[in-house]
């Protein structure tokens, strides 16, 4: 585009360069068109053959201006070229306002922008060239305008690119490298900081994990991580917050909910689990799950419903493993009667308690 604005120049100040305006109009025009090419695989975010229909639409279009002599006469030459020059952006404009649905970064928006923008004032000087009478801004302002729209345009695909890294980068972090879904710190992020009536914590422990480690190795355990990751993702869906906080341990946090229809979800789960197949050679693996479910009970925080959820998976495992528990709250008519504070300072020192011995009972459980 650069080498074409320079043959256009030299043309224009008399230069006796043989086909300056044929090799201009050329040069330009695939210039838009591979330009066009770049900004669909900016969006798109991979390489597609048919991306190169813009630059061989130049080709063909350049050919056809130079068997009929168009670029001789400087007014249809110059429509043919900023009429080709608004299709070519606009195409792509067209590619990233449909990815912007999906891949909403801030930077799509300006360098949507800037397209359009080249685009209008593209169509304003084929109108201007056609119909001198409506000629709403002269060429040169235009090519002025077009050159800054050019810079924006380079500006926003760099910014563009860098978010894309940044929400990357944070996907990473968020997200569990063996399973694919969150991770504690991503899952104990997205708890609510007030609790309300209707949520529900519920906590889930693979059963026997160690011993599938030991008898069938770290590999299948892997295995078997990512299936059950992809069961509870599953039945999750998108309306609950999920993640891995542990080796083998798995929360769900649910709003709108009552002891009854968490524990309907928590059990389906665990049936989704107990239905997966694994194999190892010729040995059926088999996998089962068990969950603790804590529902708010109007003083808890979220780390203290965490424990109590605790304390009912500890139930669900002492009672043979594979089934759901609810937690029970103790006295619930004297609950209410309790300062709230106080409330929190004895579940804290209850649940520090606890995790003093969390690890020695983990150990006995699988």
């Not at 838009?32 to 053959?49: D, F, N, T, V």
């Not at 060239?129 to 500006?155: D, E, K, N, R, V």
């Amino acid at each position: 585009m650069a080498v074409a604005s320079t043959l256009a120049g030299l043309g224009e100040q008399g230069s006796s360069l043989v086909y300056w305006k044929l090799a201009s109009f050329v040069i330009g025009l695939v210039g838009y068109g591979l330009l066009g090419m770049g900004l669909l695989q900016l969006s798109r975010r991979q390489y597609e053959i048919a991306h190169w229909l813009l630059p061989a639409a130049a080709l063909i279009l350049s050919a056809v201006v130079g068997w009929a002599g168009w670029y001789e006469i400087s007014e249809t030459r110059a429509a043919i070229f900023n009429l080709a020059t608004a299709v070519a952006l606009l195409v792509p404009g067209l590619q990233i306002l449909r990815d912007f649905f999906t891949d909403r970064l801030s930077a799509r928006v300006g360098l949507l922008a800037s397209l359009i923008s080249v685009a209008v004032f593209s169509l304003l000087v084929v109108v201007g060239l056609l119909h001198p009478g409506f000629q709403l801004i002269a060429p040169a302002y235009a090519f002025f305008f077009m050159i800054i729209c050019h810079f924006s345009m380079t500006l926003f695909a760099i910014v563009l690119v860098q978010e894309r890294a940044e929400a990357r980068l944070r996907l990473y972090a968020n997200t569990d490298a063996l399973t694919g879904i969150p991770n504690r710190q991503h899952f104990l992020g997205s708890l609510p900081q007030t609790m309300q009536k209707g949520d529900v914590c519920i906590l889930l422990d693979v059963d026997f994990f160690k011993m599938i480690n030991d008898r069938y190795g770290h590999e299948t355990g892997d295995l078997v991580l990512v299936s059950i990751a992809k069961a509870i993702a599953g039945v999750a869906g998108r309306d609950a917050s999920y993640g891995r906080i542990g080796g083998e341990e798995f929360a769900v946090f649910l709003r709108n909910q009552t002891a009854q229809t968490a524990s309907q979800f928590a059990e389906d789960v665990r049936q989704s689990v107990k239905n997966l197949s694994l194999r190892k050679g010729d040995a059926v693996i088999k996998t089962s799950i068990s969950a603790g479910i804590a529902e708010w009970d109007g003083i808890a925080n979220a780390d203290m419903m965490r424990d109590q959820a605790d304390q009912a998976l500890y139930s669900a495992k002492r009672d043979g493993r594979d089934c759901v528990r609810v937690f029970e709250h103790a006295r619930r008519a004297e609950v209410t009667n309790v300062d709230p504070i106080q409330a929190a300072n004895a579940t804290r020192h209850s649940a520090s308690r606890r995790r003093r011995v969390s690890f020695t009972r983990r150990v006995a459980a699988v």
